[in-house]
C-alpha cells in the first residue's frame, strides 16, 4: 500500500494511525525535535529523525542525546534500543513516512528579524522526497504567512505536487516549556492550522492517537502561526508584570509572591487571575526573540506596538536588577562582591533544564567576573561544552566543593538537586551570615533563614 495519510478518508486515517502503523519523520532533531521524536517513538511509532548535524545523528543512533530534558535520555535510549527511533542526514527517509513534522531552528537577525534560512532550506530538501499522501506539518515558530507564502511554494515546486490536492500542509505550534516538555507535550492540546480540511483532519486524527491529545482547529495556517506569538507575547508581558510588582514590593518590603498568589484568587474573564513569578530574568530561545517577532511584524504593516518591546526590556533589566540585590545584601554585611567569595548554583536558563542558550544568568555571571571576586559554578545540568557560552571559569564538580566558604549563595537555576541537599549542610559549609540570593524564588524563605542564612529572592 502506498504511504502517506493525506487523501484517505477519515476511517483509513484513523486505522493507519491507531494501529501504529503510520511512519513519521521528525525533521530538525533539536530540543522540540527530539522531545517530540523520543515521546512518538515511546509510545510506539516508527520515528525518523533528520538532521543536518551528523553529531546529533551519531548521538541519536547511538542511543544518546544532548539536550538535557528530565526523563528524555532515557527515553531516547529506550527508543532506539527497541528499533523504533533511528535518525538520518539524509531526507530520502521521509519516503517511508506518512507524517513530517519539521522543528529547524527560527532565529533572530541583526534587526530583530525572524531568520527563516532553515525553514527554506528544510523545506527544499524535504520537497525533492515529496510524495502524494504525504501530510507535512511545520511546528517552529514563525511569523504569519510563513507556512503558506514561503514553505507552501518551496515545497510545491520542488515536489511538482500541490498542497491540499496532492500532500497535506498544516502548521501546529509547539506550545511545550522546557523543563517539563515531555509532559506537556502530552497534555497541552495541538492548535492545528492547515491549508485545506483533509489536512486537519488527518493531523487531529495523528494528535488524537499519537500523543492523546486533543486538537483546537482554527481556520489556516497563519492563524496558527499568530496564535503562537500571542501565547509568547502574553507570557512574557505577564511575566514583566510580576517582575515590575516584585520590584515595588522589594522597596515596600512585602512579599511578592504572598501578593501574587492572593491576586491570582480573583475571578476575571473566563478564569481567575493569573499572575506568573518574578524571577532574575527570562531566557531561553522562544521568550526572547518571540515578542521581537512581534514588533517586527507590527513594523512591517505600519503599527508601532509598544507592548512586546516594554516587556522584553523589563524582563531584560532583571539580571542587572537582581545583581544589585546581591551588592546591597553584602553591603548590609559590610561586604564588597569583590572581596567576597560568591557561589553561583546553576546557568541553565530555566530550572532542571540543561539549555543555555539567551540565558539572563550570563550577565550575572559576567558582572560577577568583572567584580574580581572570588567566584565557583556549579550546574548539574549544563554540560562542560554548553557551559562555555556562559564562562570561561570551568564548573565545579559538586554542590559541596562549590558552596565551601562562599560568603554569597546565588541560586540562578533552581535545579532539584539545589533542594536535596539540606539546607544545614549547606549553611555548615558556607561562611557565618552568609547571604543567599534566590534568583528564581524557589526555596522556602523561612526555611533559609531558619537555618542560618541571610535570604533574599526577587520581591520577597
Ligand atoms: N525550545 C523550546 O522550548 C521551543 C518551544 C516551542 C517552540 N519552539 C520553536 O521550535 C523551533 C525549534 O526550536 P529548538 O529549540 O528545537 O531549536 P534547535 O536549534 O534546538 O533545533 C533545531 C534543529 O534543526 C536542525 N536543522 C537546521 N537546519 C536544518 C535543515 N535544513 N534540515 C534539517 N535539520 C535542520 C539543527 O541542526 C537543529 O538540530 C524554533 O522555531 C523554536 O522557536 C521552541
Known sequence: ????????????????????RSGIAVVGFGYIGTVIGAVLADRGWPVTGIDVRQSVV???????TAVAEPGLSEMVANA????????????????????????????????????????????????????????VILKSTVPPDTTETLVRPILEETSGLRAGVDFGLAFCP?????GQAIHELTSIPVVVGAVDECSARACA????????????????????????????????????????L??????LGMDALQVI???????????PVNILRPSMGVGGYCLTKDPWFVNHLGQSLGLDLSIPRTSRTVNDTMPGYSYSLLEQLLADQGKTV????????????????????????????????ESGCELSIHDPWVADEEALSVTSIPMTADIESTVKDADALVVLAGHREFHRIPLTRLAELTTPKCVFLDGRNSFDPAAVRAAGFIYKGIGR
Open 205 to 244: 486524527t495523528l494528535w488524537r492517537h499519537a500523543l492523546g491529545v486533543e486538537s483546537v482547529i482554527v481556520e489556516d495556517p497563519r492563524t496558527a502561526e499568530m496564535v503562537k506569538l500571542a501565547d509568547n507575547v502574553w507570557v512574557d508581558l505577564n511575566v514583566a508584570l510580576a517582575n515590575e
Open 338 to 369: 569583590a572581596q567576597s567569595r560568591v557561589a553561583v548554583l546553576g546557568i541553565a536558563f530555566k530550572n532542571n533544564t540543561g539549555d543555555c542558550r539567551l540565558t539572563p544568568t550570563k550577565y550575572i555571571v559576567s558582572l560577577l567576573e
Open 246 to 251: 516584585a520590584k515595588i514590593c522589594d522597596k
Open 80 to 135: 532506539v534500543r527497541m528499533g523504533r527511533l533511528r535518525a538520518t542526514t539524509d531526507f530520502s527517509a521521509i519516503a517511508d513516512n506518512d507524517f513530517v513534522i519539521v522543528n529547524v531552528g527560527t532565529p533572530l537577525g541583526p534587526d530583530y528579524e525572524p531568520i527563516v534560512d532553515d525553514i527554506k532550506a528544510a523545506a527544499r530538501a524535504l520537497g525533492e522526497h515529496l510524495q502524494p499522501g504525504h501530510v
Open 1 to 20: 500500500m502506498a504511504r502517506g495519510a493525506f487523501g484517505r478518508s477519515d476511517a483509513e486515517i484513523d486505522l493507519l494511525v491507531r494501529g501504529m
Open 174 to 178: 509547539e506550545r511545550l516549556a522546557e
Open 58 to 64: 551519531d548521538d541519536i543512533n547511538m542511543g544518546r
Open 261 to 271: 498568589d492572593a491576586a491570582n484568587t480573583m475571578p476575571k474573564g473566563s478564569g
